[in-house]
């Protein structure tokens, strides 16, 4: 959701710019089964066009019509959805779930840039809005901090893109980047090996020159930030995975099979990695999911990524190694 909001408040920006009025409507509150959760953001022109989304689109119809009709508020005011069932029903919110939203005028540009500037520098930001004034504050927030309705003041949490850094580029990588854009991370990838960055047909990756090293080292990974070493080259990979592991990248996984992982282990604390630091790989990366073709891995690898990012257990168990394969690992 980070990544749609921002979104929301680009084309919002481009909107208010080119002369339109426009309306932020955020979702401020539920009750039941919402189909969006708190902090959803949408925008709404003067002509009709939306951005973003509060529902499963109903209410957007509504809104689309209110403004339309000429009830276009000025300040910023509350809006409740779902009441009785009937219009619960009505709008499409299933088992009598109930919309809470802040529909305010989007009349000062000052604080979107300062948001857009912030979240480009990685930084996590809350926004404060209150309810009497429509006054709008920016403060710095915190990983695990929630968007909530608090007294006569709303709080919409706003953080930096989602990262993505694949060491490799090869057809692996290619189809985790195509994959791990529309989940809302911006794609990066680092390969050293000219041969494998041609003809490359992936819109909005970002190649980064350098070893790999170098490359984690200089994109400062954060708290937002996953990389995954793919390119099967322990000399590249272990490079990546070195300094990715002391990072505070959220996730970190490698390619390979349980017993090479396993000799990777043994080499990385060689190189003066804790145990703490050297348990934090993924490895073998990806869910299991008995996955064979590229397409496969690259949906494992990514279920996983994204199951750490929301926090979900991570419960899929591979089976146990043949015996012949043990007692020759």
């Known amino acids: 959701m980070d990544t749609l909001n921002l979104d929301v408040l680009r084309q919002a ?16 509150e539920t009750w039941g089964s919402a189909p969006r959760p708190v902090g959803s953001l949408l925008a709404v022109r003067d002509d009709g066009p939306v951005s973003g989304s509060v529902s499963g689109g109903c209410v957007e119809d509504d809104l689309v019509r209110r403004v339309s ?8 005011a509350l809006v409740v959805y779902g009441v009785s069932k009937e219009e619960a029903s009505r709008f499409g919110l299933p088992c009598g779930g109930t919309l809470r ?32 004034t429509g006054a709008v504050t920016l403060l710095s927030a915190h990983r695990g901090d929630k968007p909530g309705l608090h007294g006569d003041t709303f709080t919409g949490i706003f953080g930096p893109a989602w990262r993505l850094l694949l060491i490799g580029a090869g057809q692996l990588s290619r189809i985790v980047a195509q994959m791990a854009q529309p989940l809302g991370f911006a794609v990066h990838i680092c390969d050293p090996r000219e041969e494998y960055r041609q003809d490359w047909d992936s819109a909005g990756v970002v190649f980064e020159p350098g070893m ?17 070493a793919l ?7 272990d490079m990546a995975l070195l300094e990715a592991l002391k ?10 099979s349980r017993r090479n992982t396993q000799k990777r282990r043994e080499r990385l604390a060689l190189f003066e990695l804790s145990e703490a630091e050297i ?18 891995i690259a949906i494992s690898i990514l279920a996983e990524i994204v199951a750490v990012k929301n926090g979900v257990p991570l419960l899929q168990v591979a089976p146990p190694l043949p015996e012949t394969a043990v007692r020759h690992g």
């Open 231 to 237: 390119t099967h080259d322990p000399k590249l990979d």
């Open 101 to 132: 939203l802040l529909v305010e005028p989007l009349q000062d540009l000052a604080w979107v840039d300062q948001l857009l500037a912030q979240t480009d520098q990685h930084r996590l930001v809350a926004r404060t809005v209150q309810l009497q």
């Open 279 to 296: 348990a934090r790989l993924h490895g073998p990366v990806g869910l299991y999911l008995g996955s064979h073709t590229p397409a496969e």
């Open 13 to 28: 920006r481009q909107w208010c710019l080119a002369g339109h009025a426009v309306w932020l409507v955020s979702v401020v």
């Open 69 to 76: 009709r000429g009830e276009r508020p000025q300040q910023a």
């Open 212 to 228: 790999p090293d170098d490359v984690v080292l200089a994109m400062e990974p954060d708290a937002h930030t996953a990389i995954v």
């Open 247 to 256: 990072s505070p990248a959220f996730y970190v996984g490698a390619l390979g």
